[in-house]
């Protein structure tokens, strides 16, 4: 059980994400340039990674041809600080693991990956001589060239990684000639020229990235062909012209950034068939007219930048329907009118920016609330946000402009018989115009009819295909090497089984279910990799079963399971959001004697974890049954994100007894399971509840404290009336001021680890009862909930 065997199926491949990030990546090239210190961490963490991944050699030698074109590769490339220097021996090394940043299989190079080496010179043509080559990193150095023609000559070739150097000339066409592309960002370069048409002409072609470059030409509309293209960044080149206007065709397109080019045209109607769009950035190019009101379709849409165009007309107040929408920026256009009232319904609202615009009217309250002047200045007759002149303070109750501004001298005018006859006449001659048009539509709508009845019926059967692409669980992107199947979930990542199977990875750690590995991308991104036991998890239909309805559950106190992957031997990976402060467990007890975690940051824990359990049972009617402090997870901000959850329903039966011992052993299981053997949420309750005292003592209760567990000691110490000596001595310096919190939340825990299950409350009480001790809300008198509990006798001394 404990001992993995590493050697067959091997998770030793590369993941590779999009980024979205070019700044960052800018930044770290800056500092790259710029400090010494940045590479010597770089060169350490490269010797500390190595050893992790082991190198998996399938014993054969590289072939002569790949060997002299590696030689030849290396012959055209500077490499100042010598990381090429393992690439010496007769190429015996070349494939075992001697040769650094090369892949094989079969004797056949499958990836040159060196990214971050300092390496310049050029790319060499001989490159194309690899003839399996699929994956191609060279990003992050200091490359100067052409990119090789040679490139094209390659049928296995799926990424090609080159952003980050000085490479010049134009892409070469030949790029069109490989069927299997699906990754290709050469972003941040010297590139000019045309974008090739045929560079999405690979039916797996997913993401683009040209962005950074002096390209010039416009978008090729060939582009809106792909049934794949998923991610396609162009900004900041000099690409002219108009957006092609079947850019709809492009179902799967979540991300789009056109940004500073110098784009014209307007805005193309079919955008609001990109359904799956989630971010688009059209900020400073040169778009004219309206926005059509049509873009109710966009649901995922999140990010929606059309900053500094030359965008009039209305702003379309169907946006107001697209309940995803967090970021906003329409400033410096020509919209008119007013902000459509539609914009209130925007609950995930986090940006806004409509100013230097030519909007009036009244700002709709909610957005003058939450969002500043800066949001909305200007507008010369926009109203009503913080730092304008007032609205009017009652709108004129009825808009007839003659009653608003009577002219002075009306009463004196008389009308003429002359006139009389003028106005009759001209009402006589409207109602004539209006009989025509009537006939006239009444003709053409006869004609019509039949015509539009089958467009009807087309237009429904498309509807019925978008219906059904939103109602799949998830999508299976890719088949990989040899039957491997890969199904995404939601979530903010695109990549296909053979970036996985690319991969290389970072050991976490080992829990009972798995191995669980960090796995850095090409852009810098990380994302948490779980490879089950094989022979511990059920057959692949009830497996697959289960899987699909957790990669749905979604909590901001859950871990969120974003895509998993079943290899063609049986291997199974799951693929998760990375939680870069790592678990409870070493939060608490690993950090350093100088790091202090103050009293507020234990109890968001504590409710985080809470939360995320209430859900697991009440809404998702998910059993834990292995909740531990090592499978809370911490993001950068401290939020807690339970995990492993439902994991025991991938599992067989034996293997999960298996994870109840274990659990058992680290002190979070509740005494009847030793009997019962089966994990109820009254068990999870109890393992809560141990949690809550390791956060208020500062001990793991894995280590038993005087032959007593956590539970036992707590208890046993509150009894002589001790019980300051149980709190976590840090926190004991604050004891003034959260004195009754901490007495109130230790209660609760011993109420939590009652040995009788059904004294232990459950997770929705306890959570109604963290949030009435939660620090902002106590104000001092704190009389003790109504029934004190009689099972942990607790006597609290002050
Ligand atoms: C080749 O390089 C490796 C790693 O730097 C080194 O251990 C080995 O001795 C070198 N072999 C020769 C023949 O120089
Ligand atoms: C703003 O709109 C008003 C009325 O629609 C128009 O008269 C005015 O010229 C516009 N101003 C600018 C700067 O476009
Ligand atoms: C307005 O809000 C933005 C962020 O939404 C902030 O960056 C800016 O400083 C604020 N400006 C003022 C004047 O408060
Ligand atoms: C809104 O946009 C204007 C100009 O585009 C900018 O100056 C201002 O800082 C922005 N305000 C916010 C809150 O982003």
């Given at each position: 059980m404990e001992n993995e065997d590493f050697s067959t199926n091997p998770f030793h491949l590369l993941i590779s994400f999009p980024s979205t990030n070019i700044e960052t990546r800018k930044k770290w090239k800056k500092n790259q340039k710029g400090s010494f210190k940045i590479l010597a961490f770089l060169l350490f963490l490269a010797s500390t990674i190595q050893p992790v991944l082991g190198h998996l050699w399938d014993g054969v030698v590289v072939t002569q041809s790949d060997f002299q074109s590696l030689r030849a590769i290396k012959n055209e490339l500077i490499d100042s600080k010598g990381f090429l220097r393992s690439w010496n021996d007769s190429g015996l090394g070349a494939c075992s693991?001697?040769?650094?940043?090369i892949k094989c299989l079969k004797g056949e190079v499958v990836a040159i990956q060196l990214p971050w080496k300092s390496l310049g010179g050029r790319i060499s043509e001989k490159i194309g001589q690899l003839q399996s080559l699929r994956k191609l990193s060279l990003h992050d150095n200091f490359l100067v060239g052409s990119i090789p023609f040679s490139l094209g000559f390659l049928p296995n070739l799926r990424g090609v990684y080159l952003f980050n150097n000085k490479l010049s000339g134009s892409i070469p066409l030949s790029i069109a000639n490989c069927p299997m592309l699906q990754s290709f960002d050469v972003s941040n370069n010297s590139l000019v020229g045309k974008i090739p048409s045929s560079l999405a002409n690979s039916t797996r072609i997913f993401r683009i990235n040209l962005s950074y470059n002096s390209l010039s030409g416009s978008i090729p509309s060939l582009f809106t062909m792909s049934q794949t293209l998923t991610i396609l960044s162009l900004s900041h080149n000099k690409i002219v012209g108009s957006i092609p206007s079947e850019i709809g065709k492009l179902s799967r397109l979540r991300i789009l950034d056109l940004s500073n080019n110098a784009i014209n045209g307007?805005?193309?109607?079919?955008?609001?068939?990109?359904?799956?769009?989630v971010s688009l950035n059209l900020e400073n190019n040169q778009i004219e007219n309206h926005v059509p009101n049509t873009l109710e379709n966009l649901h995922n849409l999140s990010v929606f930048n059309l900053k500094n165009n030359k965008f009039d007309g209305?702003?379309?107040?169907?946006?107001?329907?697209?309940?995803?929408?967090?970021q906003i920026d329409l400033s410096q256009n020509k919209f008119v009118g007013e902000i459509p009232d539609s914009f209130t319904k925007l609950a995930n609202l986090s940006s806004f920016n409509v100013s230097y615009n030519n909007l009036s009217g009244p700002v709709p309250s909610l957005l003058s609330k939450k969002f500043n002047a800066s949001s909305f200045f200007?507008?010369?007759?926009?109203?009503?946000?913080?730092?304008s002149k007032p609205c009017p303070s009652t709108p004129p109750p009825h808009n007839h402009p003659l009653q608003e501004s009577p002219s002075p001298n009306q009463h004196h005018r008389k009308l003429s018989t002359k006139d009389i006859i003028l106005i009759v006449a001209g009402v006589l001659l409207l109602i004539l115009l209006l009989l025509c048009c009537f006939l006239l539509c009444c003709l053409i709508r006869k004609r019509a009819a039949s015509s539009r009845n089958s467009s009807k019926a087309a237009k429904a059967a498309a509807n019925a295909r978008n219906v059904e692409k939103g109602v799949t669980s998830g999508d299976v992107v890719s088949g990989g090497e040899a039957g491997g199947k890969l199904v995404h979930f939601d979530g903010p990542f695109v990549f296909t089984a053979d970036d996985l199977l690319c991969a290389t990875a970072e050991i976490m750690g080992k829990s009972a279910y798995g191995t669980a590995y960090k796995a850095t991308l090409e852009d810098g991104n990380q994302v948490a990799v779980k490879r089950l036991r094989e022979k511990t998890t059920k057959g692949h239909k009830e497996f697959e079963a289960e899987v699909a309805s957790l990669g749905k559950i979604r909590h901001p106190n859950l871990l969120a399971l974003r895509a998993y992957y079943l290899g063609p031997k049986g291997e199974k990976l799951l693929v998760f959001d990375y939680m870069s402060r790592g678990s409870l467990a070493s939060f608490l007890h690993a950090r350093g004697p100088e790091i202090v975690i103050e009293w507020p940051t234990r109890m968001k824990i504590a409710i985080g974890i809470t939360n995320g359990l209430s859900c697991l049972h009440n809404q998702e009617n998910i059993v834990h049954g292995n909740l531990t402090s090592s499978n809370i997870l911490l993001n950068e901000q401290t939020i807690p994100h339970i995990t492993d959850f439902g994991l025991s329903r991938l599992m067989t039966t034996s293997a999960n007894t298996n994870i109840i011992a274990t659990a058992g052993s680290l002190g979070y299981n509740a005494p009847e399971l030793s009997k019962t053997k089966k994990p109820t949420s009254k068990t999870d309750v109890y393992s809560l509840g141990v949690i809550l005292l390791e956060l208020l003592t500062g001990k793991p209760p894995g280590e038993p404290t005087n032959g007593m567990d956590l539970p036992q000691w707590v208890a046993s110490i509150v009894k002589e009336e001790?019980?300051?000596?149980?709190?976590d001595l840090e926190l004991m310096r604050d004891a003034p001021s959260i004195g009754d919190e901490l007495l109130n939340t230790l209660k609760l825990a011993l109420h939590c680890v009652?040995?009788?299950?059904?004294a232990r409350p459950d997770v929705k009480q306890v959570l109604q009862q963290l949030e009435e001790i939660k620090p902002e809300l106590v104000e001092g008198d704190n009389n003790d909930n109504d029934d004190d509990d009689d099972g942990a006798k607790v006597q609290i001394n002050e």
């Open positions: 693991g001697g040769w650094v940043g307007s805005f193309p109607l079919s955008f609001s068939n990109l359904s799956s769009l209305k702003i379309p107040s169907t946006i107001g329907n697209l309940s995803s929408i967090s200007g507008n010369i007759d926009l109203c009503g946000y913080i730092s001790w019980t300051n000596e149980v709190f009652d040995p009788s299950p059904a």
